[in-house]
């Protein structure tokens, strides 16, 4: 025997042709070697290993570390058990079919940058989702056209129309796994979802997704969950507190930089800092993506801690406010907060920080808007009957289902002893 | 109201006089406004948010990002039930002892440097238990003495010696949290602990900790736990792989700037790298300390990013392998690697290096030893019978409980396609 | 030592002054020794070690064997749990009041018949709350009055309201256990509930218990949790279909009894179908008591058993439907059932039996209602605010809470194949 | 639509060709329609539902009501997982054969009586394998020899042998499930197995089972679990108490019935205790099957309740104790207990009873053994290593893996009082 010549890796099992991932929420993710192995193998995909799910919400839930790695890799595997339970109930999906909506439910996510949602909002100009399908295109040419049908899937532009439900739709692997998943690793067990019983309940008619009617409970307690999550979770004040701390820094940090300040902060980021970059920069010279590919939540934290020492007053107190987590307060409202009452806070803090033009009090408070994903009745998820007739679930549910979307404003200001 | 002079932080409920963290392992854990709250809340302590518990392990277990902070509080927590469990058994604890012992446990970690041991071995000259208690010492400055007892029970200087054992021995509240901890996030359920069962049969006698009878079984499984969780996720092939990786790198990378080169590393890593610091000098110049405390996890990782670009081969080698999870392979024997096998590799590796020197050969193989820890017969775990008599646990028990320790002797090296 | 005298019992540990029982649902559960502790000894407790807590749900979800003993062990750990947090908010609770709203939720559910609620609707005129007070009177009389604060409690008599809000109320621990309990053991996992969050967010104002803005979303998933349980598990159309049947088997005996018709069924239980038992018949001679603390599921089982082979054609059918699980049909609609399809379903039926008269059919075809319970606007949750200001829920939750008690029309009927 | 000839039953969903079982262990099980599934709804197996798996353990562990139903459904879904994995790595297993070994594990358990074994003991002369064999005959015939290779199977007569072992064996489906089943509902977390991964790691090599090295620590832990679930659980005192009170009191009634003495017991149960039945017996008249197969655990709980007011001591005193749970204490040792300290115990045993003959009191003292399952290197586990040699367990496992056999003495009688 030559082991030197083996070629198994070692976290990885090879059982027929598959390689196993531990996971805490599945137990066990089988993914087969193959074009989707290389596609995780790929550095473009191994770099979400150092992008948390959750932003900044590791702040509040000290467990939700979890990195969008392991999202995708969890979408995928719940990806490849919708397809066994359709084409156990008859559903015709071609290998072909069922390999490209693994690939874009894998690929779903590639675009994020570190830090969730944050960067998209103060130094790039461009959404994930346009980076995501940028990335698919760069890597589709690198394995010569094989990703076609998936980016085909990805933007809806397949026959088969509940091919892309599953990736992007109401009840999509997307949604089913991070609600779990950020259930699990944040503790709130309020986010959990049955959706071994939801996937098991799916099926398909006139090309569209629908969920029997014995799932219905189980797709009211889904929409129930999501809810909770936004407001427990990802739309948490403290959380979002973080976020808009992160986003001013970064704003601030660009405008510096943008007038010729220097940073010591890493190669890329730094690029990113002095030139502004939209997508269609980013989708005209390769380089932006390479660059972009290159950053990770490192370059965000190791930015902040190099903030923290720089002169200018703002950068300098939101990075340490960061860093040592001494973050704003927040509060929500369901109606607009009155102009006196951000002015008396812009007031004392002023005050508070010797600051008579308000040039940094201004900077140090923010306003703003938020809104739950709801359930969106321009889409709805079918019912199918026993009879076989298939309803819209807002007819039939006993529930108000959460349709209503709840808009909440918010003000963000830094804490100020009396 | 005033909400503006609130007090209150977002994430973080006020009952009683206790602050709540979600914990995803325990559902709830509380900490007492006071001394223990301010510990946590001081950066010291909010810096191993940013330290892994496992360092690379998530290369093998995607999910094992948790990091210091969350075990620090899961070991405080069992801590607080333990001390509720002996005093409703009668055991004397008195507050002061009570919150000492907390403050043990909870600083317990405070001198681990980023990527758990890996830098102990490679930059710096001292061990994360020395560098525990020049944290406690800086902090009992702070606090004015405040930390006196702690500090003696962490040495095990205070009479009551089973506060003592609880802080650090066969069953203290370090090792109850981490098994489970490491097993909830890793997913590896065979690690997981009857915490529940060991702590509410714990007592003490002769101001030692015993174990009530009932509990005999849950012992053998925790210690069944531990030895399996050693091989299967703290020593296992890939992760021991990565570590090994990172601790050549760091040793070449120091080795390098001590003859000169300058990297572009963080201000705080640089200082490491280009001098030598042990433990007579961290104690001396309290700037080590605080230079030290400044490091986390994101300087190694920005570090290896950048090491990749360098000229020198065999740090871009190691470091590009982590990066992108290209990791050598390692193998274990329970007997020594005969030297005309590593010669075979390295001959092997030369070839394919066109390194015929073999200088750089040389950096990329290594060879060693591991031993699991293992039940230790000297410090044995005293059994408690119904009729109040006390018996070690090696001469009761069924099972051999894994007394024996296992040595494994290993060789990494890279990859090498045929 | 003398193990000979020891008072020891095999399955619980002493521990300072408390017994444990492991409880699969919340690890172990502490029953302190004294009061508490004699009344789950008592025969009339042990009793409820044979009751099911969910009747003939088994038949649908095979896990759902629990009894209500297991529950009210739950209920009172959760109770525990209330009191120390309250207690910890600085509301005050006697020792004794402690003790006796313990009581209260321990004994809560102690009048119920076997077989859940079925019997209470077929063989005996009373319901299991009018049996409860029963049970505990006695009780008290034999331990000297000292149930007497319990009993105020129970029947909201006693000055602090909370307490008995606690025992019976929109959050009481009864329901909290119920729905974790049936979760668990059905495996329907969209009815867990967050009872640890809920149960720290209590708190006390007015004598009314209230819960913290903090727990909003956990109340609502409660509430969500809880009317899929009853759709989902409850009133879930095979379990209610088994239900009725076994209501319309023991009508049909007491029937036949009531004219002269000797059964081959257990002592106690022949008694409750030869004579009409209602509540001041058993309030007034306590031999009805005893002979109802002498049934159990078994009693009923066998009774199934028995009937299969009885010449009476109903019963026999039902019977032996009941025993192999060859359950009816059951519909249910949000409107009525027309009376031509229940004619239609009955003609059918008649032919297939031969049933000229239709004298059989006419006690095969069942029509009814079932709501399930609802929150109720009546006897609002009340959720406090940090200015300590308290509202009730309907006013400030974002969605409609599942308000609305749904109404469904059921008819239920022998499966005819074509 | 005709819902009136709908075949559909209300607990199960067809999907594609298969009815789903709620499972709170694996969440969702899955049986084809077809034999299997004609199978599970047969009398026979419906029976299983009033069987609990452990007999009276729920004395000791209140949540062990599960039954004999759900661990087959749930072994026979480990069965599914092992074939559909032994398939993907190239084991050849037709259709025919993987049907064949489904049925062998439904079914490996159809002989099983009421109250676990305790019956065996006492008031027949078979057991429950030999009665198995007769149940899987009877269905043969009924199903016209479907049955002949799944009996073929369990009888270890197919030549690919490693089917036998996947129903009886050192990794058998059957203990996967009910360490995890029992582990599950008594709430023992010790007992709990990484079913999922050592299934994954299950391969064939001549014929026989074998287990990828990576498989090696979850073996491991499985041996440790179940050897922790014999003493914690399975020969746990109280537990074993209860069952040795009820092995006495059938052989009691048994006796007196075979004296003539006439009971108030099933019509089932009545013939066992009257008549003498061994295997032969119940082989050559079908009656004997059929009567056995109307057993189950409430003709057992009922007749011990009409044992209580019976007027033999002996019978009264031990029915009343299960009853009402007023066990006997249980002593074990690993040496045997003298003879005079049996003695002492009866003397102040007839003391108390003012039993001057000793004739009650040597009915109720008991003594005996029991040794848990051990690993048995007998019929060892077979390792693969990726050399793809095979070896046993015992040879290269870095613990003792509990190979020993526990053989413990017991002494068992009434609590005396002082």
């Known amino acids: 025997m030559s082991i030197l010549n083996a070629i198994l890796d070692g976290h990885i099992s090879t059982m027929g042709r598959k390689k196993i ?8 993710v089988e993914i087969p070697y193959g074009i989707i192995f290389d596609l995780v193998d790929h550095p473009f995909f191994q770099r979400l290993r150092r992008i948390r799910q959750l932003g900044l919400t590791n702040l509040v839930y000290p467990g939700a570390n979890h990195n969008r790695f392991q999202h995708a890799l969890g979408a995928y ?12 109930k008859g559903v015709t999906i071609s290998e072909a079919e069922a390999e490209a909506v693994g690939i ?6 590639i675009g994020h940058g570190p830090q969730s949602h944050a960067l998209e909002h103060s130094i790039v100009s461009f959404s994930h989702e346009e980076l995501s399908l940028l990335f698919m295109d760069r890597l589709n040419q690198e394995y010569e056209g094989r990703l076609d049908l998936a980016i085909k899937i990805f933007k809806d532009e397949h026959s088969k129309r509940f091919l892309h439900q599953l990736v992007s739709g109401q009840l999509d692997m997307d949604r089913m796994d991070y609600l779990n998943r950020d259930s699990y ?6 986010g959990r979802v049955g959706y071994d019983r939801i996937i098991k309940m799916l099926d398909v ?5 629908v969920v029997e009617e014995k799932g219905i409970y189980s797709i009211e307690q ?3 969950a999501r809810r909770i999550m936004y407001w427990q979770v990802y ?14 820094l970064f704003k601030r940090a660009k405008e510096l930089a943008r007038k010729g300040k220097k940073f010591d902060v890493s190669a890329s980021l730094v690029q990113f800092l002095e030139e502004d970059v939209d997508f269609a920069k980013a989708k005209e010279d390769p380089k932006w993506l390479d660059l972009f590919a290159k950053l990770d939540d490192c370059d965000i934290q190791m930015a902040i801690k190099s903030f923290i020492d720089q002169d200018d007053f703002v950068l300098s107190y939101l ?9 704003f307060r927040l509060e929500y409202k369901k109606t607009s907060f009155p102009k006196d009452y951000s002015d008396q806070i812009k007031n004392k803090l002023a005050l508070k920080l010797k600051d008579t033009t308000k040039d940094n009090t201004d900077l140090l408070v923010f306003n703003g808007t938020q809104t739950n994903l709801s359930y969106n009745s321009q889409q709805e998820i079918s019912i199918l009957f026993k009879d076989n007739s298939v309803s819209p679930l807002s007819q039939i549910a006993d529930s108000e289902l959460g349709i209503k979307q709840i808009k909440k404003y918010y003000i963000c200001y830094p804490k100020i002893k009396a």
Do not use: C, W
Not at 21 to 28: K, L
Not at 77 to 88: C, D, E, G, P
Not at 185 to 190: D, N, S
Not at 235 to 244: D, F
């Open 185 to 190: 690793f944040t503790g709130v067990i309020e």
């Open 235 to 248: 739309l948490h004040k403290t959380s979002l507190s973080a976020e808009l701390m992160l986003i001013q």
């Open 104 to 109: 874009a439910i894998l690929l779903h996510d």
């Open 77 to 88: 595997y719940l990806m490849s058990k919708a397809i066994r339970v359709l084409r156990a």
């Open 222 to 224: 889904f929409l129930s």
């Open 319 to 327: 990075a340490s406010g960061l860093q040592n987590r001494q973050l």
């Open 21 to 28: 991932f531990n996971d805490p929420v599945y137990g066990f």
């Open 205 to 209: 008619r006139d090309n569209e997704l």
